[in-house]
């Protein structure tokens, strides 16, 4: 008998053995782990995930076997174990060139199949004009209750997670908003999102940027992260993405470039790593993602006044994964809470475990991103809080979803657009 191919890593984008090879299997990592605190099964911690990388990379498990394959989908890709691990196992690295190598196996096995909902969504990314419209339909939907035919189409889970649209923000390209006795000008990542979703987020960004005496500009050209993609397993997606930004960047003649959404600053931050083999763009790539700052970092490092108006509400923080363990930011926003007046912050138990959104994994793991989410509302639950602030849209429709069917009147605020309240919102907004 014939024993079948084992087939390892190859080509491109393969997970380092140095980098597996540094895992001293502490378990320090567990506790920190949201899907190894739901199962408590080996496997499905980081320390399990590394040992199965491992074993793929020394062909002693198949790169497709399904038990592989499921792994590196359920994990959430969070980054809680880089910040616990005392070896600085760069882990979401292993992660996503694993999932890379799964992605490529997968599409020379079956090259005939295609995936509409992966290449429409990929277009949406790619071209701002697409997401605008879109954004305009799920507008319409949710004003008429259109939305509610979803479930004809057995998706209800899908509209249920829509996010409940802010207003749309469309920063004419080139236009600076010019602070008074301005110290620096600022590049407001836009996004993909969060523009035609949570246009309040980046109205109140831009009136905290200029109070911070930043003048403000949305630089043209620029678009999607290309965290989604890299997430998914299409890391040369990211990479095109990653050179629009880079080049929009630079063109703006900015300083800073500043980001209200913690997954997005994650990947624009990792950008040098992402683009680092590539001769024409690394040290580019470098330079830019050392200028990329959390809008919780930049304001709360600037010279503000004291906010004169009072926010009268019980407040809980929910930590973003990817501004607390990727980023390492996590002082700056609760100081900037604690400085509203009226304000009262309540620290919620398991703050910096995930919620469940990472990205689109309520979308593709929902019954772990359910269990994950119940978890999170529970601990919400116990603070008493009205206001859930967090900093990343993808906690907001996560928790804003799960909120409105639980029936609780608390509501989801981004840190920011509580500051901007603290100084008068848009009727104090700076010349």
């Given at each position: ?23 001293i ?11 190894y ?12 995930r590394?040992s199965?990388?491992?074993?793929v ?5 198949d ?32 992660l ?20 509409a ?28 209750q ?13 509209a ?44 109140a960004?831009?009136?905290m ?17 290309g965290?989604l ?24 003649g ?24 590539d ?12 200028r ?6 930049v304001?709360?490092a ?6 004169t ?16 363990h ?5 002082r ?8 509203i ?21 309520n ?11 119940q978890?999170?509302?529970r601990?919400?639950?116990e ?35 509580l ?9 104090t907004?700076p010349?």
């Open positions: 008998m014939i024993d079948p191919v084992v087939r390892g890593f190859s080509g491109s984008d393969q997970p380092s053995a140095s980098a597996y090879d540094a895992c299997r502490c378990g320090l990592c567990l506790p920190s782990c949201p899907t605190l739901e199962t408590l099964t080996e496997t499905s911690g980081p320390r399990g590394i199965l990388i491992k074993a990379g020394e062909s002693r498990l790169l497709l076997s399904p038990g592989f394959v499921q792994q590196m989908s359920q994990c959430l890709d969070c980054r809680a174990c880089e910040a616990a691990c005392p070896s600085g196992v760069p882990y979401g690295h292993l996503e060139n694993a999932r890379a190598q799964i992605r490529r196996a997968e599409a020379a096995e079956n090259p005939g199949a295609s995936n909902a992966r290449a429409f969504a990929y277009a949406l990314l790619e071209r701002p004009a697409l997401m605008r419209v879109a954004g305009a339909l799920l507008r319409f939907a949710q004003f008429t259109l939305i509610s035919l979803a479930r004809l189409f057995g998706l209800q889970r899908e249920a997670l829509a996010p409940r649209a802010r207003g749309a923000y469309f920063a004419a390209p080139r236009r600076r908003r010019n602070a008074p006795d301005a110290r620096g000008i600022a590049a407001l990542h836009v996004g993909c999102i969060t523009p035609v979703a949570f246009g309040d987020v980046h109205r960004t831009v009136r940027l200029l109070r911070a005496r930043l003048s403000v500009v949305a630089p043209e050209g620029q678009g999607c992260c965290a993609a890299l997430h998914a397993g299409d890391p040369e997606i990211a990479r095109d993405l990653a050179r629009r930004n880079v080049a929009a960047f630079e063109a703006s900015a300083d800073v470039c500043v980001v209200n959404a913690a997954g997005c600053g994650s990947m624009l931050k990792e950008y040098a790593a992402l683009l680092g083999d001769p024409d763009w690394a040290a580019r790539a470098q330079r830019f993602s050392s990329v700052r959390d809008v919780t970092e304001l709360d600037g010279d503000l006044p004291a906010p108006y009072p926010v009268d509400a019980v407040a809980t923080y929910q930590e973003p994964c990817h501004l607390v990727a980023q390492r930011v996590s700056a926003p609760r100081r900037l809470l604690a400085g007046p009226g304000l009262r912050l309540v620290e919620m138990n398991e703050s910096a475990l995930c919620c469940g959104s990472a990205g689109i994994y979308l593709t793991e929902p019954e772990m991103a359910e269990r994950l989410l978890r999170k509302l601990a919400i639950g603070t008493g809080a009205s206001i859930v602030a967090t900093a990343n849209p993808g906690c907001d429709v996560n928790l804003s979803a799960g909120l409105r069917k639980a029936g609780s009147p608390a509501r989801v605020r981004h840190v920011v657009e500051l901007d309240e603290a100084y008068g919102g848009a009727a907004e010349e």
